[in-house]
């Protein structure tokens, strides 16, 4: 437990405030407790700003530029929340009218280092893109080429082997996954026509050809094994080049696949930008290893994230049913939701806040960890209504909530939509997508708890 006497100030504080608080290590919005026998005499007056809960006309807890909220919990203590901070130590100045000031410091876990652009033109149609384990986000720039929002070194490397010319030109939405591990699918082949390729990376080598692909349009692509592979091109799923397992279904125009390891099952996700396309409830399917549809899942409003367990067995999905009372402007309920991958039996679910939209899934590969990405329309002190990211840890065996991180307000107050999660080294980084005349992708990197 710290504890911090001020020093007493007569022109401002006739009477001396002594504070203690716990935790001294906690993260970017989470609670702070704070004790001290002044408290019982001092009643909480309401703020007039109603458009931020949960602050005071004659008490305040001060973090940087940042007014806390804060509440009382006991006669002799007031619990106030971490704002959205960059991970680092931080002072709380306290506040109280009739009372000397009070100081406390902690340190809090929170983003890496402020959001930055992922290097991309200001109007790209890159809208998310296939993880590379470890480095980062692999897209697909309309009239330049393939290449990885690289989260080690935070830059846009694009690839000599990958870019456009005069008679190659970029086909596909993203790059597409492979059950070959290292190894992805890429499309340069001219207009009119389609030829999928696989690669693989470090250093980028052609290794074959695969018999999937979409001439008509952009498209996307998984090898599910060494004689299957999915294409999905304008709402069209077709297995092998010839094979049509679902046709004609715009919600799936633009849908990426997630595949667990060895290509033992994959499933598709799709975008929060197609979202009023969408009827209230979709069959999603789940794909075997054959590439045949081993089962649907029929009550759905969305899914925008998807991650398998180390050996395929069970599969984690952030996903909604269609709710218009929900208050985000996507009109669903998210939750996190556990499937036995096999049959699609659900585990566990964990119920969001009907304010948040979810945005993707993944798995610390050493803790048994899972980490949500989110966004949440907010408030800033203007009344303007910008959209908030979030990250949210969750113990993988119980689903209860590690940390609840928001991010810093960004460079642009827009709505960071669809993302990707990235785990590496440690942290986490959500690209995100936050329209076509704000340069696309955005990375937000949080250190973990």
């Known amino acids: 437990m710290l504890l911090v006497y001020a020093c007493q100030d007569p022109a401002d504080a006739p009477l001396p405030l002594t504070v203690s608080a716990e935790p001294d290590a906690t993260t970017s919005g989470d609670i702070i407790t704070l004790t001290s026998e002044q408290f019982t005499g001092l009643s909480l007056a309401p703020s007039p ?16 530029s940042d007014t806390a909220e804060s509440w009382r919990v006991g006669p002799d203590q007031i619990v106030f929340q971490v704002p959205p901070v960059l991970t680092g130590n931080y002072d709380a100045r306290i506040e ?11 340190f809090a876990v929170g983003l890496a280092f402020p959001m930055y652009w992922g290097g991309l033109s200001a109007y790209t149609n890159v809208a998310s893109g296939t993880l590379f384990p470890g480095r980062g986000l692999l897209v697909a720039d309309d009239g330049n080429g393939y290449g990885l929002v690289d989260v080690q070194d935070q830059r846009l490397r694009m690839y000599d082997e990958l870019r456009e010319t005069p008679t190659s030109r970029v086909k596909m939405f993203v790059p597409g996954p492979s059950y070959r591990g290292n190894h992805f699918i890429f499309d340069r082949s001219p207009v009119g026509t389609a030829a999928a390729t696989v690669w693989r990376a470090d250093p980028w080598t052609l290794i074959d050809s695969l018999p999937c692909g979409n001439s008509r349009a952009f ?20 297995r092998n080049g010839t094979d049509t397992l679902l046709s ?29 396309l969408r009827p209230p409830e979709m069959s999603w399917p789940v794909f075997d290893q054959s590439g045949s549809i081993a089962y649907t899942i029929d009550t759905l409003f969305e899914v925008t994230g998807a991650a398998f367990s180390a050996n395929g067995d069970t599969l984690f ?24 991958t096999a049959t699609g039996r659900t585990l566990a679910t964990r119920v969001f806040p009907s304010d948040r939209a979810l945005q993707d899934v993944a798995l610390d590969p050493v803790r048994p960890l899972l980490y949500v990405g989110a966004m949440r329309t907010e408030r800033d002190p203007t009344g303007f209504i910008p959209f908030r990211q979030y990250l949210t840890v969750l113990d993988r065996r119980d689903l209860s909530v590690v940390a609840d991180m928001p991010a810093p307000w960004g460079q642009y107050l827009v709505s960071i939509a669809d993302a990707t999660l990235i785990y590496q080294n440690g942290r986490v980084s959500v690209v995100g997508w936050c329209g076509f005349d704000c340069g696309g992708l955005w990375v937000y990197t949080y250190d973990l708890p």
Request: charged share 20%; proline share 2%.
């Open 49 to 64: 700003d109603t458009l931020r809960p949960n602050r005071w006309t004659n008490f305040a807890v001060i973090v940087g």
């Open 96 to 106: 109280a009218v009739g009372y000397d000031r009070a100081q406390i410091s902690f």
């Open 219 to 238: 498209y996307t692509a998984v090898e599910i094994s060494a004689t299957t592979c999915l294409s999905l091109g304008l709402g069209r799923l077709v």
């Open 248 to 276: 004609g279904l715009i919600v799936f125009r633009e849908g990426e696949f997630r595949l667990a390891p060895g290509g033992k099952w994959a499933v598709l996700k799709t975008e929060l930008a197609i979202r009023g």
């Open 317 to 340: 999905m952030t996903a909604s049913v269609h709710d218009t009372a929900a208050q985000n402007y996507v009109e669903g309920k998210y939750s996190l939701v556990v499937l036995e």
